[in-house]
């Protein structure tokens, strides 16, 4: 597990470490798009499923980053076998961790492994293509425990900093697969830590059963939802002393510290994914009455927010929040052009208020079944 240091916000405004470390988030996610897989290919012929019983199991460390892959037989360490991947690294600012397959199978559309890390941290899924085009695929790991993530080729979305050819991913056309802990890349940092907790030092992930599918999971469409949380990993990361899970369908975000904290979930969003708007829904229960907020952030650096009280509901009630409730922050006044725009949000969090206020809860639990548009 990580830590975070206790935050004094009389000498930190609460406002101003939450929107200079999302920024920071912001302004690096595209980072995930420097992922280059070029070179020589490993030298087997590749598997529907690497089980990681033997050495000829073609992971291997991205070039130019740090760290180590080998096979452990620690029992605890092993989801089904007698061995798994273990990837040693030391994470650092700026430093890039990822480990690189490089003959996948061409013909699969989607992936299934199990994977579990040292703390709770968002990592990607990465594909390159022979023309360049990067895609990417995030997924948040609760940490200590083995997880399993199944995503579809439809769920990888184009790298911001990649020109497109024909904004679609061509399965046929991938060079190689990426492994990236995104936390470690873009949040080992001190503002980033009073936030999310420490993710500097020497970290590790544990990867079985690889398995391409030639079958695409199954989604169901709903083009008003923003989140239905139907896939079996999250695309959310949560704040230092929040737990994320997937639960009854929903997401649930609970926490129990003795200080006030911001608790909280984020999720970067894909372009456009809320044009023509008018507000989103946000279906939850919580166990404990107080104030959440809703942030937004566009591009140019404008965050807005808009409050809502939740508290003892028996089941999962929608809270709706038009745009015309939002209000922009007060440090990022002037940034852009004071305007809302929904097609511009690419970051929506979700954080307990209440929980900075004298007397608020610090120990509470939601259950998030759904965020949707609302047109």
Known sequence: MFTAPTPDFHETPRSV???????????????LGLLTLAGALWAQEPKSVIGFEDAKHGWIVLPGAGGKVELTENPNDVKSGKRALRYTYTAAAGKFNAIVYLEPE????GFRFWIKADRPALFALSMQEESGERWHAPFWVSGNEWQLVTIAASDFTLAEDTKPINNRLDIDAVEGLGLIDVSALLLATPEAALLFGEQTGTRMLWLDDFEFLAKAPARRANPDALDDFQRDYLLWMATAYTTLKREAGGMRVQYDAPFPYIFGALRILEPNALRDTKGVEVVIQVQTPTTLAVFVEEPDGERWSATFEAGGERNPEPKRLLWSQFTITDDTRGKGDGKLDPAKIKMLSLADWGALTEGGPTSNRWLVQSVRKVK
């Open 17 to 31: 470490v939450v929107y200079t470390v999302m920024e920071t988030i912001m302004r690096h996610w595209t980072v």
């Open 106 to 109: 061409l013909w699969a559309q």
